[in-house]
């Protein structure tokens, strides 16, 4: 009952964000003021690219996927620095993730043991069931940027999980819930339960789809983003709390959600610039 609840609350929201924002305009307009030759003005259907669940959307998985895994050797001087970022800020968190667990231990209690159960859900059950509610409702409303941007965020997801997966199934490090060391590691592929804790999924999961709805609508929508990531950094709290993960885990799990989020819809700008110079070029005489 309440994922139904979060999932029509925050799909009625998402369809009201998207109400005022809709341009899929395809008219075309032509000036034909010398009789010689006539001039195109470039429309919305002309630089956009709006998704459906066709094989064109299933094609642009397996092509994102290929973009995002090859990035790091297109990396320039920026993208090392924000490496840098990342794994410095992991390893500073590493040298204090012990005190982070014992601090969360001193101060479990009733009320934050209730209102943990409440936002933990957002790292598993409410962010899918979010994304499904907004494709369904964009469907339902003809709301072509919600549908769109409700499969942008699934194949976001998609593309963070299968690399997420990859990674904890190789890196078997110790969860705190059974370990004060935070550096006990078991071999490659194995498949016991006590050594699932990097990275954390909860946080990668509603950081994807956090920043999915950042890259959507914050540009139109200030309140967007700071609604979305702090929902975000609560769930990732929560399993602080829970001594689910250690705090870098949950660090870097919220990076790989982030980065591998931002490079799907900065793929996707690219395309549609090529989409837009190429209707550009053709109305050239």
Same mark, same amino acid.
């Given at each position: 009952?309440?994922?139904?609840?979060?999932?029509?609350?925050?799909?009625?929201?998402?369809?009201?964000?998207?109400?005022?924002?809709?341009?899929?305009?395809?008219?075309?307009?032509?000036?034909?003021?010398?009789?010689?030759?006539?001039?195109?003005?470039?429309?919305?259907?002309?630089?956009?690219?709006?998704?459906?669940?066709?094989?064109?959307?299933? #094609?642009?998985?397996?092509?994102?996927?290929?973009?995002?895994?090859? !990035?790091?050797?297109?990396?320039?001087?920026?993208?090392?620095?924000?490496?840098?970022?990342?794994? #410095?800020?992991?390893? #500073?968190?590493?040298?204090?993730?012990?005190?982070?667990?014992?601090?969360?231990?001193?101060?479990? %209690?009733?009320?934050?043991?209730?209102?943990?159960?409440?936002?933990?859900?957002?790292?598993?059950?409410?962010?899918?069931?979010?994304?499904?509610?907004?494709?369904?409702?964009?469907?339902?409303?003809?709301?072509?940027?919600?549908?769109?941007?409700?499969?942008?965020?699934?194949?976001?997801?998609?593309?963070?999980?299968?690399?997420? @997966?990859? @990674?904890?199934?190789?890196?078997? !490090?110790?969860?705190?819930?059974?370990?004060?060391?935070?550096?006990?590691?078991?071999?490659?592929?194995?498949?016991?339960?006590?050594? @699932?804790?990097?990275?954390?999924?909860?946080?990668? %999961?509603?950081?994807?789809?956090?920043?999915?709805?950042?890259?959507?609508?914050?540009?139109?929508?200030?309140?967007?983003?700071?609604?979305?990531?702090?929902?975000?950094?609560?769930? #990732? @709290?929560?399993?602080?709390?829970?001594?689910?993960?250690?705090?870098?885990?949950?660090?870097?799990?919220?990076?790989?959600?982030?980065?591998? %989020?931002?490079?799907?819809?900065?793929?996707? !700008?690219?395309?549609?610039?090529?989409?837009?110079?190429?209707?550009?070029?053709?109305?050239?005489?």
């Amino acid at each position: 009952m309440k994922i139904l609840q979060t999932l029509t609350l925050c799909s009625v929201l998402l369809v009201h964000v998207n109400a005022n924002a809709q341009s899929d305009t395809t008219t075309q307009s032509y000036t034909d003021s010398t009789k010689t030759r006539e001039q195109h003005t470039l429309t919305a259907a002309d630089t956009t690219i709006r998704y459906r669940i066709n094989g064109a959307y299933l #094609g642009s998985m397996w092509t994102d996927l290929k973009y995002t895994v090859s !990035r790091p050797a297109h990396w320039n001087k920026k993208d090392f620095t924000r490496l840098g970022i990342v794994l #410095g800020t992991a390893g #500073g968190l590493l040298a204090v993730d012990y005190e982070v667990k014992q601090f969360f231990l001193r101060n479990h %209690t009733n009320f934050w043991n209730s209102v943990t159960g409440q936002v933990e859900p957002f790292g598993n059950a409410y962010s899918p069931y979010l994304v499904g509610g907004m494709y369904v409702a964009g469907v339902i409303s003809k709301n072509r940027q919600l549908e769109h941007t409700s499969l942008m965020t699934a194949k976001s997801l998609l593309i963070s999980t299968l690399i997420y @997966t990859f @990674t904890k199934s190789v890196v078997r !490090r110790g969860r705190p819930t059974y370990y004060d060391d935070n550096l006990v590691f078991n071999a490659p592929f194995s498949m016991d339960k006590y050594h @699932t804790s990097f990275p954390s999924g909860h946080m990668l %999961t509603v950081t994807s789809v956090a920043t999915a709805l950042a890259e959507a609508y914050g540009e139109d929508h200030p309140w967007v983003p700071w609604v979305a990531y702090s929902i975000a950094i609560m769930t #990732g @709290t929560t399993r602080l709390y829970q001594e689910r993960h250690w705090s870098s885990d949950v660090w870097l799990g919220a990076s790989l959600g982030y980065f591998v %989020t931002k490079g799907v819809f900065k793929h996707h !700008r690219q395309l549609e610039r090529k989409k837009a110079m190429a209707a550009l070029a053709a109305t050239m005489p």
